[in-house]
C-alpha cells in the first residue's frame, strides 16, 4: 500500500502521515531526508523526533532516498518518507541527476513490500517565482508529485488540518 500525501506548508501533513503510519502494526521507520543547515532546522528535526516517540526508528537520507526504502522496507515495518520536496531541494542543490534519481525511487516504490506513506508539499499553487533556480526546483517538485500521485494507491490533501481525499 503506497500512500501520497500532499498539501502546503504546514498544513497538517506530517502529522496526518504519522497518524496513519501508528495505526498499523508492526516497526515504524521515518525516513527523514532533512539536513540541519541552522539551529533554526535543527530545532525543528528535533521537535519532530520528540513528537514520533521511541516506537520510531529514524534514518537519515537527504539524497539516498531510493537507497533507504531498498534496505529499510520488510514485511513487518511500516516507511513513512518525510519528505519528498526537501529530497527534491536536496538533488537540487548537490547536482544529482533528478530524472535518473526519480526514476530510482519509483523502482524501489515498486518493489518494496512495506507499507509506504509519502509526504510532499504541493509548491505549484501560488505565484510564478522570480528566478530559475526556484522555478526549475517548482517544476521538479511538481513532476514527482505527479509521478508518486500515478502510482499511489491512495492520495490526500491536506489543507489547514483536513484530509481531503483525492484517490483510493
Same mark, same amino acid.
Given at each position: 500500500? !503506497?500512500?501520497?500525501?500532499t ?11 504519522? $497518524? ?15 539536513q540541519?543547515f ?10 519532530h ?22 534496505r529499510?522496507? =520488510?514485511? $513487518?515495518?511500516?516507511?513513512l %518518507?518525510?519528505? !519528498? ?5 536536496n538533488?537540487?542543490l $548537490? ?18 513490500? $512495506?507499507?509506504? &506513506?509519502?509526504?510532499?508539499?504541493? %509548491? =505549484? ?5 522570480d ?27 491536506? &489543507?489547514?488540518?483536513?484530509? %481531503?481525499?483525492?484517490?483510493?
Amino acid at each position: 500500500m !503506497l500512500t501520497f500525501i500532499t498539501g502546503g506548508a504546514r498544513s497538517g501533513k506530517s502529522a496526518r502521515a504519522q $497518524s496513519l503510519a501508528e495505526s498499523h502494526e508492526g516497526e515504524l521507520v521515518y525516513l527523514a531526508t532533512a539536513q540541519a543547515f541552522d539551529d533554526e532546522m535543527a530545532d525543528r528535526i528535533a521537535r519532530h523526533q520528540k513528537d514520533r516517540g521511541p516506537r520510531w526508528h529514524t534514518v537519515e537520507c537527504p539524497v539516498d532516498l531510493p537507497e533507504a526504502i531498498a534496505r529499510e522496507a =520488510g514485511t $513487518s515495518r511500516v516507511l513513512l %518518507v518525510d519528505c !519528498l520536496t526537501l529530497w527534491t531541494s536536496n538533488l537540487l542543490l $548537490s547536482g544529482t541527476d533528478f530524472t535518473a534519481a526519480s526514476q530510482r525511487l519509483t523502482d524501489a516504490l515498486a518493489s518494496a513490500p $512495506s507499507p509506504i &506513506i509519502l509526504v510532499s508539499n504541493e %509548491v =505549484g499553487m501560488g505565484i510564478v517565482p522570480d528566478n530559475a533556480l526556484a522555478r526549475q526546483f517548482r517544476d521538479m517538485a511538481g513532476r514527482l508529485n505527479q509521478n508518486i500521485a500515478a502510482i499511489a494507491d491512495r492520495a490526500e490533501l491536506v &489543507i489547514a488540518g483536513l484530509v %481531503v481525499p483525492l484517490k483510493g
